[in-house]
C-alpha cells in the first residue's frame, strides 16, 4: 500500500507536466531571464489557452534556445490530436535539449501513437547520451527501460522483449513498477509459456492487486494449461474486480494490454457454451 | 467626459475581442464544412476536453468502452481502398451534451509526423465511419452533461486499420 501511494504520488507529480525551470540560473543572461519569466507567466494560464501560448511565445521570441517553452507549448496539442504541430515542437525542445526531452518524447510517441520504432529511437539514443539512470516515464508508470521491453513486445520482438524486462527487472535495487509483472506475464502467454506466464501474473498480484486485467490473463493461462477450475475462478475474479472499479485507467490513452469487460464476459460466454 | 466614454469602449471592444481567441485545438462553426444541424449545448468557450478531470466530473466515454467503438469502425471499414496508405488520419470533432457529434476537421499525417494526403477514398471513410458512431457519454457533473471535444486518430498500414486511438 505505502508503495502504491508512493508511486501515486510520484505519477501525480509528473503527470504530463515537467517541473518549472529554476529561473534564477539564467540572471546572467538578460533575455533568456525574461525568457522564463515569460514561460512562469505561461503555466500559470490554464494550459492551451490563447494566453498561455502567447506567453510561450514571448518566452521563445526572447530567447530562442528555451527548450523548456518548446515543449510546454507543444503539450496541448499533444493531448487534443494535433501531433504534427507537436513534433514540430517537441523536436525543437530535443534538438535544444536531447538529455532532458529524449526520454520524454519517447514515452509520448508511444503512448498517444503507438510509434514503437520511434519511441525505442529515442530511448536508445537517451541511453547513448547518457551515464546515468534515464528515470522513469512521463506517467510515471513505467521505467523507461520497460517502456522500451514494451515497445519491442508490441512489434512481436517477445525474445528482445523478455531479455529486456529480465535484464531490468532482474538488476540489483530494480524498482518495480505497478504493472512490470503483468505485462511480463502477458508476454509469456501470448509466447505459449503458460506456467511462465502464471508465475509472472501471480507475482503481479503480490505486487499490485488491483487490476482485472491480472486474473484475466491468469485465468487463460489456466485454460491453456487445462485447469478447469482455476480457469473459471480466475475469470470470475476478474469480471468482481472489473465491476467493482478495478481496473487499469488512463486520463488520455488505452493503456497497452488493456482488457475490458466485453473481454471477459465473452469469454465467460466461451466457458459457459462448451460445458 | 468624451475621452473617459472613449476609452472605455475601447475596453470594452478589447474584452469581447478576447472571448474570439482560439485555444489550442478549438473547432469554431465553419459555414463552408459543418451543417447547421449540430448544435452545441452550452457557450462555446465552455467546450470541454475529453481528458478533463476534476471534483465529481465524469469523463467523456462510449457506450461499450473502447471494444465497442472498435467493432463499429472495423465492422463498416471495408478494405482495401488502397493498400499502398501508410500513416496516421486524425479526426477531430465535438461532441454536444446529448451525445451527438459535429464539426469534423482531419488531419493527415505520414510515419515522419509530416503532412500527406492519404487517397480520399479512405479519408472519406474514415469520416462517414466517425459521423456514424452514436456511442459517445458525455462528460458529466452531478447529472449535468457538457460538450466536449473529442478525437480519433487511425492508424493505417497497408491501408489497414491497425490501431485506433486514443
Redo the contacts between chains.
Sequence with gaps: MKKYALLCLFALATLQLYAPPNCEIYKTDKACYQSCQEAMMAIRYRQGSFQSQQHFDRSIELCPDFAYSYMEKAVPFLKRGAFIQWKKLIDKAVELDPKEYLGYRGWCRLQFLRDYEGAISDIERLKALVDYDIGFCQTGDYHLNIALALCYKELGQLDKARSLFEEYLQAEGAYVGLYDFYHLGVLEYETGNYQTAIEHLTRQIRENDYLGETYYFLALAHKALGNEQEYLSHLKTAKVYYETGKFRTDTYTETIDKIYLTDILEELERQARSH | MKPLILLLLFVLAAGCNQGH?????DIPFDQAMDGPEFKLCGHESSTK?Y?V?GSSLL?AGYK?????LEKAVLEQYAFPVSASENG?V?I?FVVNCRGESGRFRV?Q?D?N???VRFDPGLVQQLLEITRKLDGWIPVGRDGRTYDF?Q?L?F?VRNGQI??I??
Design positions: 481567441q482560439q485555444d489550442v485545438g476536453q481528458y478531470r469523463p461499450g468502452e473502447k471494444r465497442a496516421y486524425t477531430r488531419e499525417m510515419f509526423y509530416q503532412p471535444y478525437y486518430t492508424k491497425e490501431k486511438l486514443p
